[in-house]
């Protein structure tokens, strides 16, 4: 059990690359944002599942705007109001789209739903290059404090005790 616990967890740590790490985050970002049950979130859960992005990010990112999500709802709904009825133009759309069967699944004819695609569509190219300057600068920042002697020294006992604890472990389990 444990051995596979660890095997799970290394392989969720092992797409660590800046580039990924902000593309699961943006994945999270549009899932948590997106209203459950919808088309939307299906295709992010399958494009999260097939591709090679973080998960962890993902998670991550979605579990806090999950939360974020109710607070922005009012906003959101104000902006699929706009868009479903201040402009005219877009209605034989809108029409087309609630009867298409497999659009109709995206809920697009409800404001929220309609309002939280739009935004998060808008916000989803700045927030990954948000989170990949983030990531990249929170990595140099590490670096930068592995060079100095005073603090490389802790950081290694830390790692070699937790690591010697770890090991400790697994051997008391395999033995078991």
Known sequence: ??????????????????????AGATLGFLFGLTPWGTLQSLVLVILLLVTC???????????????????FAP????????????????????????HTPILALTGCNYTVVLGAFAVTGVLAVPFYWLVKLTVLAYGERILSWSRYP???????QI???ASK?????VQRENQA
């Open 165 to 169: 604890m770890v090991k400790t472990y």
């Open 53 to 71: 992005y973080n998960p962890i990010a993902f998670l991550a990112s979605a579990v806090l705007f999950s939360g974020l999500f109710w607070a």
């Open 150 to 156: 005073l603090l490389r020294y802790p950081l290694k």
């Open 75 to 98: 906003l959101l709904s104000m902006v699929g109001t706009g868009l479903l009825v201040s402009w005219p133009s877009l209605y034989p759309l809108w029409t087309w789209a609630s």
């Open 159 to 161: 790692s070699w005790s």
């Open 1 to 22: 059990m444990n051995k596979i616990t660890f095997e799970i967890l290394d392989l969720l740590r092992r797409e660590s690359t800046a580039p990924r790490i902000s």
